[in-house]
């Protein structure tokens, strides 16, 4: 149901099977045409992270059991790079804005392999807030994502197959906001947000852009620290019982001003004056072009300002 | 309209001010405690071992007391619009 239209009208969901398939599909074919095992490892982390978000969506998972299922994603590729350690599934080495030489991590890059995939993937889901934000977000931050591969690849750093990856990781995203941009005429589904969060968090990985990656969630990511430094601790949005937002009879929102909810970006986005649905959601994809800029910046400063000195 | 802009204008300082910590930090990190030598023994290591985590800590600390800041400010105002 749409609770922000008037008329509260029936949308059906969950759209995440249908993005699951388009992009474990697509990132399979790319598989059996390249051989690339970074392509493999896109394919089976979206597989994985989605299905956890169907079951997700049939059966609601709780505030710990869902981050604690979602670790699993992020161990195809662990496992991918261990079982062939010449494949370059991903690349150990992380490099920061401003320095050409990188610093090499290999224990700790697990780590941040198993800990990443299911904080980006919970952080995009609980953006999943109004009509086309999540897909909109996703869109949007894979312009700086695909700018880093680009830039990789020019300097000679890219495997060219993660380039080629991120055609039908977008494509999927693209076609499938379409039909959820206001007004939406499907909803992702917790899977459909879980599997965009977990196949960006991934694409990120593989193609070496970490950093640009997380600048460019941001207003995502702030949504998530701000709901859980608020209600400290992990629990479902669902079992909140004081809402942040009310919805207004003419189908605006506003604030509720009880001090007990929790804040989340589309709080503070409200918290002065009535805005519609699609005011939110643009003030919200807004915040994302521009940290998305901030993001392309520091591409330039990563991976051109060092390699032009 | 006025308030409306802070709004968004606070979340954009915040955002950049996210950003331009982490490249400050990368700078300090590269140029100031990874070249540091003081004691010419492993406890150089553990000297920037220290450091950088104490860098990383500020960072926190800064993003927290922003983001406290910005909350205190806006629930002042949502405590004066349903007034």
């Not at chain 1, 059906?12 to 598989?31: D, M, N, W, Y």
């Not at chain 1, 949005?237 to 189908?251: A, M, T």
Request: charged letters at 15%; a positive charge.
């Amino acid at each position: 149901m749409d609770y922000h239209k008037e008329g509260k009208p029936q949308i059906p969901r969950p759209g995440g099977p249908a993005i699951i398939a388009g992009i474990f599909v697509s990132e399979l074919i790319l598989f059996a045409f390249t051989g690339s095992l970074a392509v493999l490892g896109i394919a089976l982390v979206t597989l994985l992270s989605g299905v956890i978000g169907v079951v997700d969506d049939l059966k609601t998972l709780g505030g710990i059991v869902k981050p604690a299922l979602l670790v699993l994603g992020g161990l195809p590729l662990v496992a991918l790079q261990y079982l062939f350690p010449q494949s370059m599934v991903y690349d150990h080495h992380l490099y920061l804005p401003l320095f050409k030489t990188p610093t090499n991590i290999p224990i700790i890059y697990i780590l941040l392999i198993i800990v990443a995939i299911p904080v980006v993937t919970n952080t995009i889901n609980t953006i999943d807030v109004l009509n086309g934000v999540v897909t909109g977000t996703i869109l949007i931050a894979s312009i700086p994502v695909g700018f880093t591969l680009i830039l990789r690849y020019i300097v000679g750093k890219e495997n060219p197959y993660a380039l080629a990856a991120f055609f039908p990781f977008v494509g999927a995203t693209l076609a499938f906001y379409y039909f959820h941009k206001y007004p939406s005429k499907i909803f992702p589904g917790d899977s459909g947000a879980m599997t965009l969060g977990a196949a960006y968090g991934t694409m990120a990985i593989i193609g070496g852009a970490e950093v640009v990656a997380v600048i460019a969630i941001l207003p995502a990511i702030m949504n998530s620290f701000f709901f859980l430094s608020s209600v400290k601790r992990l629990v479902e949005h669902r079992q909140i019982k004081s809402q942040p937002v009310k919805v207004l009879d003419d189908n605006t929102m506003i604030a509720t001003g009880d001090p007990q909810a929790p804040v989340t970006l589309m709080r503070l986005l409200v918290g002065v004056r009535a805005k519609s649905e699609k005011e939110i959601g643009r003030d919200i994809l807004r915040l994302t072009a521009y940290t998305s800029l901030l993001a392309c910046l520091t591409a330039i400063l990563t991976w051109v300002i060092p390699y032009a000195k | 309209m006025q308030n409306e802009r802070e709004s968004l204008g606070t979340l954009i300082a915040i955002f950049t001010a996210a950003w331009a910590l982490v490249l400050l930090g990368t700078v300090i990190i590269f140029e100031v405690i990874v070249p540091l030598n003081i004691f010419h023994s492993f406890l150089d290591s553990i000297l920037k071992g220290v450091l950088g985590l104490f860098l990383v800590v500020a960072w926190l600390f800064l993003f927290v007391e922003m983001r406290d800041h910005m909350v205190k400010t806006q629930l002042r105002l949502e405590k004066k619009i349903s007034n």
